[in-house]
């Protein structure tokens, strides 16, 4: 059990190093982030729709369209490298694999998120100051559910012809799921209604989260062999 | 179309089995079973200690780009689970031994192939494998480089590892093996230990084999 | 008699019997007092929703037990369970417009049913496209197989979402803790409609079963 997080975690960090070093996709998708949300910003008109009632449905857009980005990296990252092999060939364990990109992946949206987070309350002045507990507790919850599913598809598509496209068509309902639990949650948390109504969503996501993590890890050893 | 028909074989301590066919052979094929890459639809290969125990040089280089050449070993031999506290010095250890000392800490994409394929043969002994298996792993190395490789891997069996080699160059692994197989379409065509022969006879028996059984795709 | 035969003579007894499940409900079963004629659309709405969970449920099942014994013939199953599935998937999502303008005076609604089909017509949709990127047979089962093993998952908490988000939509009245609150005719009409449904669904995925096979026969010899 400590040896499969050992490796987890080498896996990870040899993810991170590498994309710290080259910073092509952190950069990608920070600077998608901040386009998604001025696109938004022009699009609507002030002063017919109130913010809070669109506010949620911005925010998640954003941070799904984001963690796609980050999504395919992953394996395509071993792809490039052409070191695939050589981690199905050590005795690296399949499920340490999984729970390593799963880290690294995470990581990866985890920093999006940050940036994205206070930029979105700067462009749409929405207060979160009151629920900023409970907000992250939200965005924490969804994001691993897209990237716990997300991480294991990528994983297939990879290998296949339109991978970038392939991803978020396969990801699509695992993803609206996560999504209508986290908007339902963060417009209750910004319209100030109280936690108890909140609970039930976390709830939901917390077991979405945890059934799918193991699900995924359960599944993921099939995607690279037989 | 079957890549592999009826191969048997088993290997001890100490031998150095270098396996010659033309491309499409399947030799590629049969050492990704034995490395457990591809399972076969019969039969079954068992190397002693499992995948740890397994050194691999093959097509792909199995580097990151972005790593150093140093930081490359560290981590495999992390995933081979060398102790953290014997990884550094088995890197410069490693790293001595195939001259790449000066290149340590240049990033894997700034390297020539010739010292790519050099960090692969690294990266492959870190872990001080048993059982070492080769595709083709003279490709890219210049004469020099290839001599060394070429006593490296007598040392190895001197040290009682079991080598498989497999190169559609029968110059280039013959007098280094113990034992030699002809493979064509999948099929060993001949098995049998190398006895005293030298290159040149070697040379002759594959073309021999290989001629009477129509060759692969293209010699 | 072939898989196809037996499928063909299915498709046709059961397109016949809905024939006769149509009479009935049409000519003998009490129309609905607050929604009028147009309710009668339920009896093939409800049923091709259910039938369309069935489809995603079978796929998924197959795929799990694809991944334990490898067999093909399991492939095979949960492609045909997937574009039959498909079918049905559309036909519920245009039998609920139908049904959902003269009641509700809107052409689609965000309620339980009809967006719990639209996910099961994405997971469909998704699953297809993914076994349209692999030329690869094994690695496309394989991979069919880990999605579809994700889609019945999935399929649990689309339920499990379905009873908090009391909407527009009627609530479920048949599969439910509590007795049916439907009038026992209408109750028998929806149950003969499930049962043909069934017939039909059988028969179809037979027939699409028979030329999957036919398929790999024909390509690996």
Redesign the interface.
């Given at each position: 059990m400590r040896e499969l997080w050992r490796q987890a975690w080498t896996i990870a960090r040899k993810d991170l190093t590498l994309e710290f070093r080259s910073r092509t996709a952190i950069v990608s998708a920070l600077v998608f982030t901040a386009l998604v949300l001025t696109v938004f910003n022009f699009g609507r008109d002030p002063t017919a729709v109130s913010t809070l009632d669109l506010a949620p449905s911005i925010l998640w857009v954003t941070f799904t369209f984001a963690a796609m980005l980050a999504l395919n990296r992953a394996f395509q990252l071993e792809l490039e490298n052409q070191a695939l092999e050589g981690l199905l060939i050590s005795p690296l364990d399949r499920r340490s694999l999984y729970w390593g990109k799963l880290l690294a992946n995470l990581a990866f949206v985890v920093v999006v998120e940050a940036v994205g987070l206070p930029l979105f309350v700067l462009f749409f002045n929405v207060a979160v100051g009151h629920v900023l507990l409970p907000l992250l507790a939200v965005i924490a919850l969804a994001t691993v559910g897209f990237v716990a599913?997300g991480t294991?598809?990528s994983a297939?598509?990879v290998?296949?012809?339109?991978a970038e496209l392939?991803l978020p068509?396969?990801?699509?309902?695992?993803l609206?799921?996560p999504l209508?639990?986290a908007v339902q949650a963060t417009a209750r948390l910004l319209a100030g209604r109280p936690l108890s109504e909140v609970a039930?969503w976390l709830r939901?996501l917390a077991?979405?989260d945890i059934?799918?993590v193991a699900?995924?890890s359960w599944?993921f050893p099939?995607?690279v062999e037989? | 179309m079957v890549a592999l028909d009826d191969v048997s074989f088993s290997l001890t301590a100490g031998q150095t089995l270098a396996i010659f066919g033309p491309n499409g052979a399947g030799k590629t094929t049969l050492l990704k079973v034995l490395a457990g890459l591809i399972r076969p639809q019969a039969g079954s290969a068992r190397v002693a200690g499992g995948r740890s125990a397994i050194g691999w040089i093959g097509h792909q280089s199995h580097l990151y780009g972005h790593l150093s050449v140093r930081e490359n070993l560290l981590f495999w031999a992390s995933l081979y689970g060398v102790p953290r506290a014997a990884r550094g010095a088995r890197a410069t250890d490693v790293l001595a031994r195939l001259s790449l000392t000066d290149r340590a800490e240049q990033p894997a994409w700034s390297l020539s192939r010739g010292l790519v394929q050099r960090a692969a043969i690294a990266k492959a002994l870190i872990h001080d494998p048993q059982v070492l298996l080769l595709d083709e792993p003279f490709t890219g190395l210049d004469l020099a480089a290839a001599g060394e490789l070429r006593s490296l891997l007598g040392a190895l069996r001197g040290a009682g590892r079991v080598v498989v080699l497999a190169t559609h160059n029968v110059d280039e692994g013959a007098e280094l093996a113990t034992d030699v197989a002809f493979q064509v379409r999948g099929r060993f065509v001949q098995y049998e230990p190398r006895g005293g022969r030298g290159p040149a006879e070697i040379a002759d028996a594959y073309r021999r084999a290989v001629g009477e059984t129509g060759g692969g795709r293209h010699a | 008699m072939t898989i196809a035969q037996k499928g063909r003579w299915l498709v046709i007894v059961g397109l016949v019997l809905l024939g006769g499940v149509y009479v009935r409900a049409l000519a003998f079963t009490p129309v609905e007092r607050f929604q009028g004629p147009a309710q009668k659309i339920f009896y093939v709405h409800v049923p091709s929703a259910v039938t369309t969970e069935l489809a995603v449920i079978l796929l998924g099942l197959a795929g799990v037990f694809y991944?334990f014994l490898?067999d093909p013939r399991l492939d095979r199953f949960a492609e045909s369970s997937a574009e039959v599935g498909t079918v049905f998937a559309g036909i519920v999502l245009t039998t609920g417009p139908i049904w959902g303008k003269p009641i509700w005076g809107t052409w689609w609604t965000w309620d339980a049913r009809l967006t719990s089909t639209l996910?099961l017509f994405?997971?469909l949709?998704?699953?297809q496209?993914?076994r349209g990127?692999?030329t690869d047979d094994?690695?496309r089962a394989?991979?069919s197989?880990?999605?579809g093993?994700?889609?019945v998952?999935?399929v649990g908490?689309?339920h499990?979402?379905v009873y908090?988000f009391p909407t527009l939509h009627p609530q479920p009245i048949v599969l439910k803790p509590s007795k049916p609150s439907l009038p026992p005719e209408m109750l028998v009409t929806l149950l003969l409609s499930f049962g043909v449904f069934l017939l039909l669904f059988t028969g179809f995925v037979m027939q699409r079963y028979a030329i999957a096979t036919r398929r790999a026969e024909a390509f690996h010899g």
């Open positions: 599913v294991l598809f297939m598509v290998r296949t012809r339109f392939l068509v396969v990801l699509f309902p695992f609206l799921l209508t639990y039930g939901l077991a979405y059934v799918f699900v995924a599944l099939y995607t037989e | - | 991944l490898k996910f994405f997971l949709m998704g699953y496209v993914l990127a692999i094994g690695l394989r991979y197989a880990v999605l093993s994700c889609a998952v999935l908490f689309i499990l979402s908090l």
